[in-house]
């Protein structure tokens, strides 16, 4: 299942902000975080096209997000 981290910088309270991310369908971890992002979440979706759907639409569609970025997660076998 495609999966990304997904790094937020927001315009408020970032604990406002990640009780609105744990209720977004697709995001399957949200967390409060300090340094140089105010939120990281967890992303799943069928496709990759839906983890791009859930991060454009619905993650930066959400009021006080004022900016993301993305980092899809590949799966490669343990050596």
């Known amino acids: 299942m495609p999966r990304a981290l997904v790094f937020i910088n927001t315009r408020s309270d970032n604990v406002d ?23 990281v979440v967890m992303v799943q979706g069928e496709t990759f096209s839906d983890v791009k759907e ?11 997000v004022k900016s993301t970025l993305t980092l899809t997660l590949v799966e490669s076998p343990m050596t």
């Open 54 to 64: 859930i991060v454009a639409k619905r993650i930066r569609g959400l009021d006080n």
């Open 17 to 39: 902000v990640v009780k609105s991310l744990e209720k977004v369908e697709g995001v399957s971890e949200a967390h409060s975080s300090r340094g140089m992002y105010d939120a």
